[in-house]
């Protein structure tokens, strides 16, 4: 799930990060749905109470509802209302759509404005222009006092190097990450995790930068 694919010159680039361009690749036909939860996310959460949870950049909604299915109220977030549309029909086909709810929003821009969460996720989110640290400090401030953060995103490797440059400089490490954690904050992962993807045929080992903590206070 969360990859790229396709070659893009570096003057496509600053579009493919706008909400235009992913509302065009949930309009075609075809589907990015795999069903599967993404693997960091079963590997830190499955061992917390469900609460409430919010998963931002949630796009068809594989992750919600995995929560969802947890025991978990979940509201999934995305600035695509067609990924959204998507993500509803399938928590209702899943059964689950009495535990979903849906926010249309920018990640770089949204504001928690009271509303706050356990469980705060994000996956594949890579906003351009190292904006990801201050959409992780975003992130922080919607998670509830002894709740947690979990966002995974591609680091930076050689199989990305098709990609444009913006594409490739929009990736990060998890420590790269740790300056959007305000105090109060305790991480409690901070790594690579090695993961193998398997596209057109095509396996390949990547890296999940992977940050997640607990908000103690
Ligand atoms: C690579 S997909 C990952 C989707 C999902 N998290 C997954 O792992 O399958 C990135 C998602 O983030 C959304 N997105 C990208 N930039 C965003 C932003 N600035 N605000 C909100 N959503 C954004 C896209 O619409 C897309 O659904």
């Known amino acids: 799930m969360g990859g790229h694919g396709h070659q893009h010159s570096d003057a496509d680039a600053a579009a493919m990060f706008e909400a235009a361009s992913w509302e065009e690749r949930y309009d075609s036909e075809e589907t990015m749905w795999s069903g599967r ?18 998963d931002v950049g949630c796009g068809e909604g594989g992750d919600v509802v995995w929560l969802a299915r947890q025991g978990w109220r979940v509201t999934g977030a995305d600035f695509s209302a067609n990924g959204l549309f998507r993500a509803a029909r399938h928590a209702q086909e899943a059964g689950v759509a009495d535990r979903t709810h849906w926010w249309q929003v920018d990640a770089r ?9 356990d469980l705060v996720t994000s996956h594949y989110l ?3 222009d190292g904006g990801m640290v201050e959409v992780t400090s975003r992130l922080c401030e919607a998670v509830a006092p002894g ?24 990736m990060f490490h998890a420590a790269d990450l740790l300056p959007g954690l305000p105090d109060g904050f305790e991480p409690l992962v901070v790594e690579q995790r090695p993961r193998t993807v398997t596209r057109d045929g095509v396996t390949v080992d990547v890296h999940d930068a992977t940050l997640f903590a607990r908000r103690t206070t």
């Open 109 to 117: 821009s949204f504001a928690a404005e009271g509303r706050s969460y």
């Open 37 to 54: 939860p993404n693997p960091q996310l079963v590997a830190e959460t499955s061992r917390l109470t469900p609460g409430t949870a919010l």
């Open 126 to 128: 890579h906003p351009p």
């Open 147 to 170: 709740g947690h953060l979990l966002v995974v995103g591609h680091a930076p490797a050689e199989v990305f190097t098709q990609l444009s440059a913006s594409h490739r400089a929009a």
